[in-house]
């Protein structure tokens, strides 16, 4: 039985390597890591759930049925992925995606004036784009934080970060995505993704990160 399952395994993996459009290289897709999450699962209990002689049996059914429901977070997720990737390309916002979760980065440059939290007007077709994918893909969740970096004072860098978060969530609701899934917070300097030492660093840790999560 250990051999069945370890070969359902690899070819559910197998089945959903592709090559990353943007690197070139071989990747196994989320999707196919659920599934052959789901199918090992799937082949664990329909093995032991049926009858000594229905056992292999019961573990082709199980890994079927499994692999099929660990798949589907992670296809709809890859999709999602797949369609910001589009549609941002060049934009100069960053698209990382870790498990199930995809963040978008906006550098602060790019999204605001120094020292606002009115959104630059070339920054509309972007969060336009960006918009029309949240819309579409309705099941996720969205979290927004505003990042800023360590210069000038504690209370204002909290204020703004605050107001820029603020900002972008009230363009998405305001462009058909539905304000209940959307949260925003500001974090100010705390959270700093390079070093605020030099000006290359404050000006990366100036950002608006989206957070998208599965809602189910």
């Given at each position: 039985?250990?051999?069945?399952?370890?070969?359902?395994?690899v070819l559910f993996l197998f089945g959903c390597t592709s090559t990353d459009p943007y690197t070139g290289q071989q990747k196994t897709s989320n999707t196919a890591k659920g599934a052959g999450i789901?199918?090992?699962?799937?082949?664990?209990?329909?093995?032991?759930?049926?009858?000594?002689?229905?056992?292999?049996?019961?573990?082709?059914?199980?890994?079927?049925?499994?692999?099929?429901?660990?798949?589907?977070?992670?296809?709809?997720?890859?999709?999602?992925?797949?369609?910001?990737?589009?549609?941002?390309?060049?934009?100069?916002?960053?698209?990382?995606?870790?498990?199930?979760?995809?963040?978008?980065?906006?550098?602060?440059?790019?999204?605001?004036?120094?020292?606002?939290?009115?959104?630059?007007?070339?920054?509309?077709?972007?969060?336009?784009?960006?918009?029309?994918?949240?819309?579409?893909?309705?099941?996720?969740?969205?979290?927004?934080?505003?990042?800023?970096?360590?210069?000038?004072?504690?209370?204002?860098?909290?204020?703004?970060?605050?107001?820029?978060?603020?900002?972008?969530?009230?363009?998405?609701?305001?462009?058909?995505?539905?304000?209940?899934?959307?949260?925003?917070?500001?974090?100010?300097p705390r959270y700093p993704i390079a070093t605020n030492d030099t000006e290359a660093g404050r000006q990366a840790n100036r950002r608006v990160e989206?957070?998208?999560?599965?809602?189910?």
């Amino acid at each position: 039985m250990k051999p069945l399952i370890a070969l359902l395994s690899v070819l559910f993996l197998f089945g959903c390597t592709s090559t990353d459009p943007y690197t070139g290289q071989q990747k196994t897709s989320n999707t196919a890591k659920g599934a052959g999450i789901g199918a090992v699962a799937g082949a664990v209990i329909g093995a032991a759930s049926a009858s000594k002689s229905d056992r292999k049996k019961g573990a082709l059914t199980g890994a079927v049925a499994g692999g099929a429901i660990g798949g589907g977070v992670g296809y709809y997720m890859d999709r999602q992925e797949a369609a910001l990737r589009e549609r941002l390309q060049g934009s100069g916002v960053q698209v990382r995606r870790e498990g199930d979760k995809i963040y978008l980065i906006m550098p602060g440059n790019i999204t605001f004036a120094t020292g606002s939290a009115v959104i630059r007007s070339d920054f509309y077709n972007v969060l336009d784009s960006v918009a029309l994918v949240l819309a579409e893909f309705n099941k996720t969740a969205i979290k927004i934080s505003g990042h800023t970096d360590s210069t000038g004072g504690a209370q204002l860098n909290q204020t703004l970060s605050e107001q820029r978060a603020n900002s972008v969530r009230n363009y998405l609701a305001e462009r058909k995505v539905a304000a209940g899934r959307i949260q925003s917070y500001g974090y100010g300097p705390r959270y700093p993704i390079a070093t605020n030492d030099t000006e290359a660093g404050r000006q990366a840790n100036r950002r608006v990160e989206l957070e998208l999560l599965p809602l189910e």
